[in-house]
């Protein structure tokens, strides 16, 4: 296994008080791996992955375990996680153009990235910076280490911020919705090469999306998120062919809209509970179909409603009744191990 | 060649603000009454004597013959006679001007050494106690008055301490240096000679402070609010994302980013203390433009005031191309426009 969340809950400081942000998130990433993290805005996506990189807002309260290889990272200080971060884990942007500094060549914005994590001279450097622009599938490499971002266009960018995070070879790539900003056959692309890189390099990645499109483009598994918690994860395959969670139904549902006209998710009625205000009972609970009475006092616990299928719905009950949280997430390890 | 055809096309532009400016200068200057001749000549000058003068001052052609007078000796270099000094006014402004534009040198050496730190930290910490006690210090060097300043570190460091000389460039008894640029510091260096070089930047630690104390301020202030707008920039979560020290990022890609007001402010001050500051200079007895200036006006030295208007005119000028170039070296999206 490369990543493993265990019981991570974060809390930020939102007018003066803290507000609980995630609650409870337990995910694993194995090695090879796309896992796509999906839900409406604000349900807390960006927030998980810049809690695995821990960069998070000042005055973030930050709960739970995170292995990395083993290696339970959340207690490392500022010091050791500089050097994993870019290194062993690497995190991509939805906006290239923002997520690059102006005022650097991209040349230099990949190399520094070498100058932070590895011992190689100058020299050598630039030669790796031409390898990875060639690895990212841009041609006339030297001239374009030389250009500054602006001077590329948005496809180019993102291909830029690519090559940044794979420097390292990272055995972790965090993608928080990395063709947002670009239109539709550059995503296309960036997508393939995404999918390329992890064969060759072996990686784990997270996806991050609002796009069901491109979570079934590139995704051997699924978790779904809703107000701060995960209410389903799937196969892929699994989760289209069969969502359990009512939640991830109406997600499913808006598809056929989204050919029409380009919704996001989220065209489900109602609003997200703010996270000051979560109700006691199923976040979801409001603006459910299939609501029931116990709904609306306890919080559904995670249940396994189908190979590697997990779905936290009081709708899937577990016959044998209560079984405690940790022997379920065993019993999602167990199956996750081949 | 971008930029040098660039800065060719601001040097041009140079010579309209320039014609505009000395004309406006010299219409005022002879709206303004009081009679040169009269104060050239004395006051126990009689009628006759004043009447001389001020033919051969050439005070009653008219005002555009007299510009276009004062304009074409300009253009040779020559400023006209000081009517109090009674030499050039391009020797007295030989003289004068060194002694700011070192003052001025020193103070904003001092500012930038110690206002962008202070406006890095006190933003990278934001209100935390680093934070509160920098915004505190950059309010009172702005609050402060700057010859209130002088004053009291003149009491306590020269009355009554005793360490730091209070007034002068120089050290009574020392020879100046011989004159190259005019700054002592630097000539002292050029010539190799280290007691003058010594006693010259002891002399400029008292009206260096005073002088850079509200600059620092401003330039704190300003350093802070455009870190703080930096600092939420996407491209700085990728620097960190990269595994990044806090250091690396703030001084690496935070500052440069957040360097353009900042450079502006500098400019700003660095051309209006190049004017020379009659209070520091007042304070500390500097003899610098300042002063001068000031002496010409109350005596009515009217070659003196048109020379230090068009000096400063032309200093401001420069101070802002060097900006507007240094603003195309910092930023690569503007290119020569
Ligand atoms: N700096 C912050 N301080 C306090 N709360 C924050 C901060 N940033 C985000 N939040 C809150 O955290 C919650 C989760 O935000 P997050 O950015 O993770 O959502 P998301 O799922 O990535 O949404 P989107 O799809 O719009 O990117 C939101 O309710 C948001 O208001
Ligand atoms: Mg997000």
Redesign the pocket.
């Known amino acids: 296994m490369l990543l493993e969340l265990k019981n991570v809950s ?1 809390s ?3 007018d003066g008080k803290y ?1 609980k ?2 609650d409870e998130i337990s995910l694993q990433v194995n090695k090879g791996e796309t896992v796509g ?1 999906v ?12 809690s695995i990189m821990r960069l ?2 000042e005055k ?1 309260k930050l709960e739970g375990g995170i292995l990395l290889e083993k290696e339970e990272i959340s207690s490392y200080s500022k010091r050791k996680l500089e050097k994993i971060r870019g290194d062993k884990m690497a995190m991509i942007f ?1 906006d290239p153009l923002t997520s690059l500094n102006p005022l650097h060549t991209v040349g230099r914005q990949i190399e520094e990235t070498l100058i932070l994590h590895t011992d190689l001279n100058k020299e050598q450097r630039k030669k790796r910076v031409i390898e990875l622009l060639n690895e990212v599938g841009l041609p006339r490499a030297d001239e374009i280490a030389s250009d500054y971002p602006h001077q590329l266009s948005g496809g180019m960018r993102q291909r830029i911020m690519i090559a940044v995070a794979m420097a390292c070879n990272p055995s972790l790539l965090i993608c ?2 990395p063709t947002t900003a670009l239109d539709v056959t550059v995503q296309a692309q960036i997508l393939d090469l995404m999918n390329h890189l992890k064969d060759v390099n072996e990686m784990g990645i997270i996806m ?1 999306t ?1 796009d069901l499109g491109v979570v079934a483009e590139v995704c051997d598994r699924v978790i779904v ?1 809703y107000a ?1 918690k995960i209410v389903e994860q799937a196969e892929i395959k699994e989760l289209f062919i069969n969502p359990k969670h009512p939640y991830t139904k109406g997600l499913l549902d808006s598809i056929p809209k989204l050919a029409m006209k380009k919704t996001k998710l989220g065209s489900i009625p109602g609003m ?1 509970p ?2 000051d205000k979560m109700p006691k009972g199923c976040r979801f609970y409001e603006r459910c179909s299939s609501a029931m009475e116990i709904c609306r006092e306890k919080t559904p616990p995670m249940n396994l409603v189908g190979e590697e299928h997990l779905a936290a719905c009081w709708l899937f009950e577990e016959k044998e009744g209560e079984a405690n949280a940790s022997s379920r997430n065993k019993g999602l390890e167990a199956t996750l191990h081949h | 060649m971008d930029a040098l055809r660039y800065t060719l096309k601001r040097i041009l532009l140079m010579i309209p603000i320039l014609i505009g400016i000395s004309m406006l200068t010299f219409f005022i200057s002879n709206t303004i009454p009081g009679d040169p001749a009269r104060l050239a000549a004395g006051p126990y000058a009689d009628a006759k004597v004043i009447e001389e003068l001020q033919e051969k001052m050439g005070l009653n052609d008219p005002v555009y013959i007299q510009y276009f007078r004062y304009m074409k000796s300009l253009l040779q270099g020559d400023l006209g006679n000081s009517n109090y000094s009674h030499q050039p006014v391009m020797e007295d402004i030989k003289q004068y001007f060194p002694a700011t534009l070192e003052l001025t040198f020193f103070s904003m050496f001092i500012t930038i050494l110690i206002g962008i730190p202070l406006g890095v930290i006190s933003a990278s910490k934001k209100d935390k106690i680093a934070d509160q006690f920098a915004r505190v210090l950059a309010l009172i060097g702005v609050a402060m008055p700057a010859f209130w300043l002088g004053i009291i570190l003149l009491l306590f460091f020269y009355l009554k301490l005793g360490v730091l000389p209070g007034s002068g460039r120089l050290d009574t008894g020392l020879a100046p240096p011989e004159t190259i640029t005019g700054m002592y510091t630097i000539d002292a260096i050029l010539t190799g000679n280290w007691t003058v070089f010594t006693s010259a930047v002891i002399h400029l630690i008292l009206p260096g402070i005073t002088q850079a104390a509200v600059t620092i301020g401003m330039i704190t202030r300003m350093t802070r609010s455009s870190m703080l707008e930096v600092l939420r920039s996407d491209y700085i979560r990728t620097a960190f994302a990269k595994g990044g020290s806090e250091r690396r990022v703030l001084y690496g890609h935070a500052l440069r980013n957040g360097m353009m007001p900042i450079m502006t402010l500098l400019g700003m001050t660095f051309g209006h203390s190049l004017g020379g500051s009659v209070l520091v200079e007042s304070v500390f007895s500097w003899p610098g433009l300042g002063k001068y200036a000031v002496n010409a006006i109350t005596y009515l030295d009217f070659p003196a005031v048109m020379a230090v208007t068009i000096l400063i005119a032309v200093l401001f000028i420069i101070v802002n191309l060097v900006i507007d170039i240094l603003y195309q070296v910092v930023d690569p999206r503007l290119n020569y426009e």
């Open positions: 974060l930020l400081k939102r507000v942000i995630l993290i839900g409406e805005s604000g349900c807390g996506k960006s927030m998980t992955a810049l998070l807002p973030a939805q928080d919705e991050i609002h998120m701060g997200v703010s996270p």
